[in-house]
């Protein structure tokens, strides 16, 4: 006898079903070994470079420029490939983790030091991975022809330009963004649907020009190799800003507001 069942749609997630999977992969990743956090912290550091990577191709290769609506479109594209290849890939990224590693902790299942300890090996290895890549692309890429420093320094000069103030609001809404990609990513049953809200909501941020403290790790990096209009307290300022910003986005508009209501009795 067939199965009548069989060609019906798979059952949506509930909000308690989704919380639980958080909480169990989020407390998977703390109990990892120290040199695998770092290790995946450093290929998702690495990985994440392509995207601002494309975006000083597209600039370069692309008759417009910032302002223009076909090139900014075509830049908030290409600056969501990194972030496909992180998070499809499963290596740690920072951003994920001020949602899903502060869940376990608001449980009551994990402790603060261990909500530090998976932070800062993460966080340790996602900048190490983006000083690398920078390094390699501003030393190698232009010799390929599709790549000029002008590019380089107009993609640091678009984060760092700002005031100070508006790099941490921006950062709140970058890790906010981030955060709810964590839950939705989670929620989606299959890669399909995974990807697709990777290009839409990290296309947001591009688009935004939002300061994300990893991929804009490397968008900075890659003015301060180049142009003496970055500086080094540019960078410092700018990664600062969009870290703590980047936490309480995610920490308190996604993580806070997602376990309160689903422990409240959410379906």
């Known amino acids: 006898m067939s199965d009548q069942n069989s060609d019906a749609p798979a059952e949506q997630k509930t909000s308690r079903t989704i919380l639980d999977s958080i909480l169990d992969s989020a407390l998977h990743e703390m109990n990892r070994e120290r040199s ?60 994920e983790h001020t949602m899903l590693a502060v869940i376990p902790v608001m449980d009551g299942q994990a402790s603060l030091g261990q909500l530090g300890r998976l932070w800062g090996l993460v966080y340790a290895g996602n900048l190490l991975g983006g000083l690398s890549f920078a390094l390699l692309a501003t030393l190698l890429t232009p010799g390929l022809g599709v790549v000029e420093a002008a590019a380089f320094e107009a993609i640091a000069l678009k984060l760092v330009t700002h005031d100070l103030q508006w790099l941490f609001v921006g950062g709140v809404f970058a890790g906010w963004l981030m955060g709810l990609l964590a839950w939705l990513i989670t929620a989606a049953e299959e890669t399909t649907g995974r990807l697709l809200f990777v290009f839409i909501v990290t296309g947001t941020i591009g688009l935004l020009h939002l300061p994300h403290s990893i991929a804009g790790n490397v968008e900075v990096l890659f003015g301060l190799f180049v142009s003496p209009a970055i500086t080094v307290a540019d960078y410092l300022a700018f990664l600062a800003l969009a870290t703590v910003g980047n936490a309480v986005g995610g920490g308190v508009f996604v993580a806070a507001l997602k376990y309160g209501h689903v422990v409240r009795g959410a379906d």
Do not use: K
Not at 47 to 74: C, N, Q
């Open 36 to 95: 695998g956090l770092l290790l995946s912290g450093l290929s998702a550091g690495l990985d994440i470079g392509f995207g601002p990577l494309l975006m000083a191709v597209v600039l370069t290769l692309s008759p417009g420029g910032y302002g223009d609506l076909g090139t900014e479109l075509l830049l908030a594209t290409v600056y969501s490939v990194g972030f496909v290849f992180v998070i499809l890939g499963r290596s740690e990224l920072f951003t």
